[in-house]
């Protein structure tokens, strides 16, 4: 390459080739998979009367939930036969987008967010019918399905996901300019000021000490959102209600556009990883042919993030404890890094913002009555306090010196 290859870069190649593997099978496999043991083939033997019938929820996190996503859209949730596969779908940090998992010369290993122009972003991003403000386009991610056969589905995403995808894709009109909601047979989760996947330790920073890697943990939501899935499908227990951050509310906003507290001692990622409208030829639309390699790019999808209070903590979504209860500022961007998979941890006593709780007691009741407030809103389960609130402790003893 003229030049030398620069460090901290992305290289991608492109060039002719022939004889493409036979790609997307994986998908028929978990379809006809999951068929065979809703119908009890090769399982009867085990069951001394007729087996109940089965209901089954898929959960799919990152790579595998834009898996998911692509299972949707591509119509695998009907069987050969035309029965629905799958009930429930729990599709974490999948973003805005599917991936390479059915099309020519498919890579299903290549993620998003480490290729910029491999087919993932790509219309539509919401399971709500919308139009492409680009070309006209009217389309959906259950678009192959009669209204009666939609599954159940959750959309979950950390900070991460609206700091390095255009996340709020699947909650906005294609030009970012208005809220979209959700089907009602789906619930959207931003879980606020989380990274692509807790850190479970602190990786402190020398002497600046704040932390590489972000602990804030939304398994405990996870957990919940299982539980009220499988309530919503077989009992008709309708799950919480979505938490992201929308326009109408002026909790989504450009990336640009925020500012952080003047306490917080880093600048804003100025370096923003910006989704594209990828041209991959007209063959790929309905035959997932790509006839023009690399792909052209046209739009531009700016990045919209959830607004943050005085602290410096987002208030757009679903917020774990850690954040609303705070001993210190938690982000899922890291600074100079657009497609990191990381966030920082920023102690209050070192940033020269007052701890809000007089003592390690009152904070142990703060985070108690907000805990408290989620079991009963059914976005935490009543068996985890204890345990988030020996987290909290120690939290406490870690953060505050």
Do not use: C
Not at 301 to 323: A, K, Q
Not at 353 to 369: C, E, F, G, I, W
């Amino acid at each position: 390459i003229n030049g030398g290859f620069q460090p901290g870069f992305v290289y991608e190649v492109s060039y002719p080739s022939h004889r493409s593997a036979i790609a997307g099978l994986g998908l028929a496999a978990i379809r006809d998979g999951v068929q065979a043991i809703k119908n009890h083939l090769y399982i009867e033997e085990y069951f001394d009367n007729t087996p109940e019938p089965m209901t089954v929820i898929a959960f799919g996190d990152s790579q595998s939930g834009r898996t998911l996503r692509t299972f949707l859209y591509d119509g695998f949730n009907y069987s050969e036969t035309g029965e629905v596969v799958i009930e429930g779908f729990m599709i974490h940090l999948g973003s805005n987008a599917r991936g390479g998992f059915n099309q020519r010369f498919t890579q299903a290993s290549r993620a998003v967010d480490r290729n910029y122009d491999y087919p993932a972003e790509v219309f539509p991003f919401s399971d709500n019918f919308s139009t492409n403000h680009i070309n006209g386009q009217v389309d959906g991610l259950l678009s192959k399905y009669e209204a009666s056969d939609y599954p159940k589905i959750f959309f979950s995403n950390s900070a991460t996901e609206y700091w390095r995808s255009p996340a709020y894709l699947i909650h906005t009109s294609s030009d970012g300019e208005n809220d979209l909601m959700p089907l009602a047979t789906s619930r959207i989760f931003q879980f606020s000021g989380t990274q692509h996947v807790p850190s479970n330790n602190f990786n402190w920073a020398g002497d600046q000490r704040f932390s590489i890697g972000n602990n804030a943990k939304y398994q405990w939501f996870l957990r919940a959102l299982l539980q009220a899935m499988n309530e919503w499908i077989t009992l008709e227990i309708d799950p919480p209600e979505s938490r992201y951050p929308n326009i109408s509310e002026g909790t989504l906003i450009p990336a640009e556009s925020l500012t952080l507290p003047e306490s917080i001692p880093f600048a804003m990622n100025t370096n923003l990883n910006h989704g594209f409208d990828l041209d991959y030829g007209s063959s790929f639309q309905d035959d997932l042919i790509p006839s023009i390699e690399p792909p052209m790019r046209g739009y531009r999808y700016d990045l919209r993030v959830s607004t943050v209070n005085n602290l410096g903590n987002e208030i757009g979504g679903l917020v774990p404890w850690e954040v609303f209860v705070p001993l210190a500022t938690y982000t899922g961007w890291f600074p100079g890094n657009p497609k990191s998979s990381i966030g920082m941890v920023i102690p209050f006593s070192t940033s020269n913002l007052s701890l809000p709780y007089t003592d390690k007691n009152s904070y142990l009741d703060a985070v108690r009555d907000y805990t408290t407030n989620q079991i009963e809103q059914r976005y935490l389960l009543a068996q985890d306090q204890a345990l988030i609130l020996r987290e909290a402790s120690e939290l406490w003893d870690i953060l505050v010196p």
